[in-house]
T-cell receptor, first 116, second 111 residues
């Protein structure tokens, strides 16, 4: 499977600021996704990062709050904008090679964000 | 709204026994089903996936799928203390879809 890295691994931020999280894969992948895992909770899909076009957001998530870029097949960024303490979560990117329904998704190590 | 239900546990199993983890899902259009293991402070690690009715075995792990009952399970044979973790069930519709996760089952293997 692909090797996935995320930067930063963790950060502590002040409310009202923004943080951009990077996801880098060591090989080209078809799909990249961003998830959020709030404290003690399971994972929730934020959006699908589309290469060369706007991301596809899930219900409850909007582009103004979580702008996403995917300039090529190995890299994506997620920005958490105008942060509040409720944004304190682990943010994970995942990747998938291929478009068949049973293609596996693999997760990066995550970015642990604390908003004060 | 897609929903995936799991018993949150904790599920306590003696070492060497079989651990049985269950999951139900609401969307009949779901096509593939995944089991992830997550250790505390770590990201999810894929254990198995299944997309056809029946059983699929991989080492000590067996995934079972019953689409008519909208039910997925994971059996772990010869449970080891290192299997202690949270097990997340996830479902997917089409090939380009993201995953919908259950809340996870916390499994404890007692030495």
């Amino acid at each position: 499977s692909a090797v996935i890295s995320q930067k930063p691994s963790r950060d502590i931020c002040q409310r009202g600021t923004s943080l951009t999280i990077q996801c880098q894969v060591d090989s080209q992948v078809t799909m990249m996704f961003w998830y959020r895992q709030q404290p003690g909770q399971s994972l929730t899909l934020i959006a699908t990062a589309n290469q060369g076009s706007e991301a596809t957001y899930e219900s409850g998530f909007v582009i103004d709050k979580f702008p996403i870029s995917r300039p090529n097949l190995t890299f994506s960024t997620l920005t958490v904008s105008n942060m509040s303490p409720e944004d304190s979560s682990i943010y994970l990117c995942s990747v998938q090679s291929g478009l068949i329904t049973n293609n596996e998704q693999f997760f990066g190590p995550g970015t642990r964000l604390t908003v004060l | 709204q897609k929903e995936v239900e799991q018993n949150s546990g904790p599920l306590s199993v003696p070492e060497g026994a079989i651990a049985s983890l269950n999951c139900t899902y609401s969307d009949r259009g779901s096509q593939s089903f995944f089991w992830y293991r997550q250790y505390s402070g770590k990201s999810p690690e894929l254990i198995m996936f299944i997309y056809s009715n029946g059983d699929k075995e991989d080492g000590r792990f067996t995934a079972q799928l019953n689409k008519a009952s909208q039910y997925v399970s994971l059996l772990i044979r010869d449970s080891q203390p290192s299997d202690s973790a949270t097990y997340l069930c996830a479902v997917k519709g089409g090939g380009a879809d993201g995953l919908t996760f259950g809340k996870g089952t916390h499994l404890i293997i007692q030495p």
